[in-house]
């Protein structure tokens, strides 16, 4: 597949009104705004490609690579969404300052060609056949979330396309035989194993642990491993239950586990989904007076809104974190440090970098070793080198097994401590150490 012409040089194309609301900032969407693509019909592909396409860099000129994006930036996904997408874009403007992807002699510009899929996977996987086929993008970068991820990838193979995701953790995803889908990101089954690690490395630990999850695929590969790891550890799993997934009301299930501790509330609470789903569990929690001695969840503590939605009932709250500003890897990438990409990011989005904008870019950064290793921009040829790549990054290394899966990087556990993120383990990367027990709420 050759590069392709005739895309806008505007950073943010006007394709219609729902385009200028999905992409005329880089800043994170107001949480309940309701962009028009989300009203229209689903099923009508015409209709979702003027939901808003944007360019993260690049112009008019042959010498340019189109990678293409489904991502959620509307619907119960589109904060971690947001932080995909200026992920993606902070990477394509970087490179293209220092001069583009070098292939030989010839120097492309690299430019993201992003849809809204409105946090739907049906709509991601829409979206994506449309990239390749009617938009003829290059090569594709991951949407957010396992569920769009393991429907979008047989897309990709199915077009021989490779694509490199940053943000869909489940096994399930590499467990597909499909030699066209990397994941930069470690597996699911880190998640909750490097909070536990976190707490049993207390003085005083704590002893009983509940245990809730969504019912998506990655919150209950987590949930699993997490059990797994807490019974192989003397850490009692006291309750143990999931939730439909996108749940706004967990009354139900906090009341069953405020008592599941011999009558009381058990020491550690674990929580394994997405932010929406660990704001609502927190929120109820105070409501119903489950004051536990620590809280943990898999997705929300890295998030800005977690902490701006929360406010003071935030702080304690612990994380799992797939990179944070503290580790120490030295790159050879265009950021270099994970303190670089700090500062980068901030000047443009006046925000810390989650986690989840940081996994993003580094899937960019695969691509990039991968084409210019490979002397090439085909497909096959940029696929073989993605499958033999191992290359240091800011975000640490990147290295695939067979399945497509990095299995070389370790995870973080951060802590909301005084409305800010901190690091607290591993102890070797450690800004601060980790607070507990968590005072009852309205002392915090």
Not at 15 to 25: E, K
Request: proline share 6%; hydrophobic share 40%.
């Amino acid at each position: 597949m050759a590069a392709h012409p005739g895309t806008s040089s505007s950073s943010f194309p006007v394709t219609s009104a729902p385009a200028v609301l999905a992409h005329a900032t880089h800043a994170r969407a107001p949480r309940g705004l309701l962009r028009l693509c989300v009203l229209l019909p689903l099923a009508l592909a015409s209709l979702l490609a003027a939901c808003g396409g944007s360019s993260g860099g690049g112009g008019t000129s042959s010498n340019t690579l189109v990678f293409g994006a489904p991502v959620s930036l509307t619907g119960s996904l589109s904060h971690e969404g947001t932080d995909t997408l200026n992920g993606y874009k902070l990477w394509a403007e970087t490179v293209n300052a220092k001069g583009g992807i070098k292939v030989g002699n010839t120097s492309y510009q690299v430019q993201i060609k992003s849809f809204d899929d409105a946090s739907n996977p049906t709509t991601s996987t829409q979206l994506t056949r449309q990239l390749i086929t009617q938009d003829k993008v290059n090569f594709l970068l991951g949407p957010y979330g396992t569920t769009a991820t393991l429907a979008d990838e047989t897309i990709a193979q199915q077009y021989k396309i490779p694509m490199v995701e940053g943000n869909g953790a489940a096994h399930s995803i590499f467990a597909k035989s499909n030699p066209y889908i990397f994941g930069v990101l470690s597996p699911a089954s880190e998640y909750a194993k490097t909070m536990l690690q976190a707490a049993l490395a207390l003085p005083t630990p704590p002893k009983t642990v509940a245990i809730i999850s969504a019912n998506d695929s990655f919150s209950v590969e987590v949930a699993n491993a997490a059990k797994a790891f807490a019974d192989s550890n003397n850490l009692k799993v006291t309750y143990f239950q999931q939730y439909p997934a996108n749940a706004t009301d967990l009354t139900t299930v906090l009341t069953a586990l405020k008592t599941s501790n011999s009558g009381g509330v058990p020491d550690m609470i674990l929580g394994s989904g997405h932010e929406n789903e660990a704001i609502v569990t927190m929120k109820q929690a105070k409501q119903l007076g489950i004051n536990a001695k620590l809280y943990g969840f898999t997705v929300g503590p890295a998030l800005p809104d977690f902490i701006t939605t929360l406010g003071g009932d935030s702080n304690f709250v612990l994380g799992s974190s797939q990179w944070t500003p503290q580790v120490k890897y030295q790159g050879q990438d265009v950021f270099g440090t994970a303190p670089n990409f700090e500062q980068m990011y901030k000047a443009k989005y006046n925000v810390e970098p989650s986690y989840q904008a940081a996994e993003s870019a580094a899937t960019g950064l695969a691509f990039q070793f991968a084409i210019e290793k490979a002397g090439s921009i085909a497909p096959d040829k940029v696929r073989d080198a993605l499958a033999n790549l191992d290359v240091m990054t800011f975000y640490g290394e990147l290295k695939f097994d067979a399945s497509g899966a990095n299995v070389t990087k370790p995870m973080a556990t951060i802590q909301i401590q005084s409305g800010q993120v901190v690091t607290v383990f591993p102890s070797d990367i450690a800004n601060a150490q980790l607070k507990y027990p968590t005072p009852a709420f309205g002392s915090r």
